[in-house]
């Protein structure tokens, strides 16, 4: 296959199948050329589905809960960084929206990326 940008959905179609040829083989018996063929052709591929499929960012609630559930946090374990525990609850239940100070501190103490907890948090109801 000739390296070029990938503009259409053949071409995709053609990197995606050229890179299911080198999986059988395994990188430990791929040549220096065929692993630079790899990574390029895995770099364009990247490339198109980040324009044509992007993943737009989670719910910064849904974002925080699945933050919980990963660390084993409890909803008491979250007032560090939201506060009393009627704000968490507010928070958790999509009743008050989330302030700079608690978007610093759960980014910073959770990890969770500044750019989801600023999104705006959908108003969808969650049955438990």
Known sequence: MKMKLI????????????IN?????GEENLSEE????????????EKYEAEHFPIPFPDPI?????????EGLTRKELQKYIGCPSKVS???NRKRPLS???????????????EVLLQKASKELTFA
């Open 7 to 18: 503009k259409t959905e053949a071409e995709y179609e053609e990197a995606l199948e050229a």
């Open 21 to 25: 040829e080198f999986l059988p083989i």
């Open 34 to 45: 065929q692993l630079d063929d790899l990574e390029l052709l895995s770099t364009l591929v």
């Open 62 to 70: 849904e974002a925080i809960k699945f933050r919980m559930e990963q």
């Open 90 to 92: 507010e928070i958790l």
């Open 100 to 114: 700079l100070s608690m978007i610093r501190a759960l980014h910073e103490g959770l990890g969770i990326p500044v």
